[in-house]
């Protein structure tokens, strides 16, 4: 186990580190200067110069990427935004709970979609036509889900609100940066449900090819499981389907759909750019989009880096919780 | 640019209207406001707009954005002001002025009464140390106040600034939206904290206006209460919020949906024809000119093949099925809110250019501004096709023009954009554009016969004769296809609830006074 | 690096080994046609563009025309005909996804070949250098390639390959292994096959089913990650019909136009969804579940 955790520590630092060699390479292409970027586009180019200084962008490749590794791994410091004019290690944390709340709903949506699903074409007979739900659902792309979510479900029917994280302008904003908790916690719950119905359309769309793909392999890794030994024992004691798989099945299936669960952070992470931008939810994903609109590849690199810990992270613990979950399964 | 105001003076008024948007689906919250009113409580005070971008910086002297100008301007007043709806300059925190004959000295006469949010009375010292702050080079508008030579304050109601040389457009400058803002001491002083309080005035305000800055949560959105302590008119607003919503396509459904109360700039021209009942539109002239600037280094080298392509560029083709009637070809290099030709610009015809040979070419726009751009280039494209050139286009990142002059022959053949110039002053726009080394002279085009006629004009006191010297300079580049000049486009407002009174100006671009409003 | 092997796990659906499968199975009706569909959209996306009605890009009409029997999708923002721009799209959005399986499949194929068949120190390196790639936030970092290369379509291919080849690294690896332990080529190589022979006459052969079912399985994936692309403007310039792009742009039409902006995407779900069906086709059809 420790052994296990080490190596998982190793591999983070070493993938961070190639992860920042390979945008810090990347950086150099670009066809805008962020000393101008940083200074907007009226100023004479005496104050650009200045501003080039300043960002150490006169220096040495080498040099360069030396600060940013001295900055990034000794500091925290991610370097500073050209949009925001801020340290993009503040901008992500000021941007990452209302994405964390998100992708919480989320991974939740997609954990009952997927047990749904799954067991759903497992027991009921007449539930065949599911398949053909799990490849639809496979199939769509996420900004289709979300435009028709927008459009039915706020715009005609208006079941849902669709944009944003509540219809209210003076949300408490802290102290989690939940909405939902602060609310809560604010003793507001009219507020937190306002927080939940704005944080539905988002948390479906985003949920959805998550809970199918997690569905499929539950669904398939169940089947496997039904044709074991012990499971037709437990048929044999006389125990319903649903039992044998509550009490038997569920468990020894669970590794393959927790591996994709742990795969499908890492699309969630992608699909987050979309789900924010059509929702208009303030998060990491808009934060990033909007840097992608501005050339400010320091915040852009930021996100990537924090993410990209962030789902090694996930991956680690999805395999702790294999682990937990089917003894068989060793580190 | 989205602005959320909600009144919460009264506790009950916030109870009702959390319960209407708890009970309904939140997407109608914002009618159920209005509803709420109807039914005899506080009338709706409150003013919900957008933003499409975050402020990155709240502080005057380093913002040098547009899209969050009318917030700044709520909060922070300069000497001088364009009047409402013009280019005329008026007295701000100055009531009055003078200028010496020989245009170095211009004395201030600070208006009385003048507060700032904190309560303190604002006199010439504060004047003088904001002027101090700006030029400092720290800030990244300085140059607005680079030809000043010294300041005095001989009274607490004089301010007096002397040049090196001559600025006939200083007072213009002054009233740009980006010109030098007063701060208070609270800002200045206080929170100084061996930055010049840059950090602190990067989110938090101390300014003279009807607004004070109550909240700024960076990436959500921003708060502003009314200025208890405003010394003008009290604005009949008693809060404005605005919040982050970056596609344009969000902020149209939420203003169709009455969770905004406006939609400031960038709804789409194509749909304003046909907009839902109780939305209604608000047009304004501004000082951003739709205009093609031409690169002259890789593929249009030839004046023949510029000609050529200002053929396939005439507005004429194309002006109505890109903005319908919100825009009016352009009449010369200049914004019509600026400067009026002598003589109307000559465009050339496409059979007198039929046979010279024009590779395919790309037009570039920057990301920011796609909304519209994207529509006139595809538009171009076609007209462009029609006279036997065959063009794409594509969205630059907003910071890459100002780096085409490094590798021309890898930069796009024709930029579009609607740029702001800094103020209504003629030379604001030929020294930002034209001219040789022009800080937006993206392509590097220089015309010394041009540069000349504008280096006199700048030093040209008389302002008649000023103008001529502009005119006839752009008219020596139009003609000779560098820069190309397409449409005066309005700004749109689009807004539900009977607003009325947006103070708009062409000086400052994309957003409505907030002191002004009402309903 | 040194990662576990629990670090890495396969990056798609997971693709059985079919080593132990005979080739004899039933071959469903509907599995025909659900490959036969995709050969259509194959010669749709190749051809597509000579049958549309009119030029992708030139105005043919007024603009935000409903759909209607003169234009069966519609005409867009400036009077474009979206049916032809539509036909135009699949081919951007299907050639490219194309190409990237390929490339996916060839690179990853020869270095999976490598790391299976000589094992040793050659393995290792191959294999952490896949597991490298395999746990990277692979969609993020291409956006960020993209962003910095500067958008366009063959830039997107570029990023999206870099980071597609890793998987078929590893189905591969784990097929040569599993192909080199049977008896048979035990047995040819006990009776002093050279390693060259080893690999062309059985274990290469061996490890191509399992390869097709995969590349089929992705190319729903390709696409869908084309589209993100697109959609986020990182594809090809205006007017260039792409699906994603079309979508994107006009999003602010949604209440007006609602076929500008769900029509191309509606298109982009039908084309991964033949995909997908087709998929699942192929690997009952080579797998005889």
Known sequence: MKRFLLLRLAGLVGVLVVMTAVVFVLRQLLPADPARAAVGPNAPESVVAAKRVELGLDQPLYLQFGRYLDHLFLHGDLGQSSRTSRPVGGDIIGALPASLELVVAAVLVAIVIGLVLALGELLLPWAKPIRWILLAGASAPIFLTGLLGLLLLWFKWHLLPGGGRSGLADAPTGPTGFLTVDSLLAGRPLLAWDAVQHLALPALTLGLPMGVAVGRALWSSLLGTMRQDYVRTARSKGLTEGQVVRRHALRNSAAAPLSMAGLQIGLILANLLIVERIFAWPGIGLYTVQSLGTDDLTAVLGVALVTGAAYIVINALVDLAQAVADPRVSL | MTKRLLGRSLLAAVLITELVAGCTAGGTSGTQTGTTNSTGAAPDTSLKTALQTDIATFDPDNNFEVAGLGAILAVYQGLVAYGPGTTKIQGLLAKSWTVSPDGLTYTFTLRDGVKFGSGKSMTSADVKASFERRMSSKFVLNYFLAGVASMQTPAPNLFVVKLKSPEPGLLDSFCSPWGPKIVGPDGLGTHKAGDQSAAWLTDHADGTGPFLLSSFVRGQGYKFDRNPNYWGEKPAMSSVSAKIVPDIGQQVLQVQNGDLDLVQHGYPFTQLASLPAGLQVEAYDDLGLEMAFINPTRNLKSAAQRTKVKAGLNPAGWINDAFGKYATPAKSLYPSAMLTPAKPYQWPTASSVADVAVPPLEIGYAAGEAGVQQRVADLLISQLGSVGIKATARSLSDAEPSNFAKNLNKAPDIFLAQNNPDSADPGSQAGLFYTTGGGLNIFGYSNPAADKLFATANATVDIGKRNALYDQGAQLIFDDGGFVPLADVKDVIVHRGGLKNFGTKPGVPWNVDFGTITR | ?289
């Not at chain 3, 036969?36 to 009409?61: E, I, K, S, Y």
């Not at chain 3, 499949?105 to 094992?119: C, M, P, Q, R, Y």
């Not at chain 3, 062309?200 to 097709?212: D, E, I, K, N, Q």
């Open chain 3, 1 to 289: 690096m040194t990662l576990p092997a629990g670090a890495v796990k396969l990056a798609r659906r997971p693709v059985p080994s079919l080593v132990r499968s005979s080739h004899s199975g039933r071959v469903r009706w509907g599995d025909r046609i659900a490959l036969g569909a995709l050969l259509l959209v194959t010669l749709l996306a190749a051809f597509g563009p000579l049958l549309a009605p009119d030029d992708p890009n030139a105005r043919v009409g007024a603009a935000f025309q409903a759909p209607s029997a003169g234009h069966l999708f519609g005409t867009d923002d400036i009077g474009r005909d979206v049916f032809t721009r539509v036909l135009s799209g699949i081919a951007l959005t299907w050639l490219p996804g194309l190409t990237i399986i390929a490339g996916g499949v060839i690179v990853g194929g020869i270095v999976g070949l490598l790391s299976g068949a000589f094992g040793g120190w050659i393995d290792t390196v191959l294999q952490r250098l896949t597991d490298l790639f395999l746990v990277l936030p692979a969609t993020l970092i291409a956006i960020a390639v993209v962003a910095a290369l500067g958008p366009g379509l063959v830039n997107s291919v570029v990023a999206v390959s870099v980071f597609w080849w890793p998987w078929y690294s590893r189905i591969m690896r784990g097929e040569i292994k599993t192909l080199a332990a049977r008896p048979h080529v035990e047995a040819a190589r006990l009776a002093g096959a050279s390693r060259l022979r080893l690999l062309t006459r059985y274990l290469l052969p061996g490890a191509v089913p399992a390869m097709v079912v995969a590349a089929t399985l992705d190319v729903a994936n390709v696409v869908l990650v084309l589209a993100l692309f697109s959609f986020l403007g990182l594809g090809a310039p205006a007017p260039s019909p792409e699906l994603g792009a079309m979508s994107a742009r006009s999003l602010e039409s949604l209440t007006t136009a609602w076929w500008l902006p769900i029509v191309p995407a509606v298109v982009i779900f039908l084309l991964a969804f033949a995909a997908n069906v087709a998929g699942d086709g192929v690997r009952r059809m080579l797998q005889s579940v």
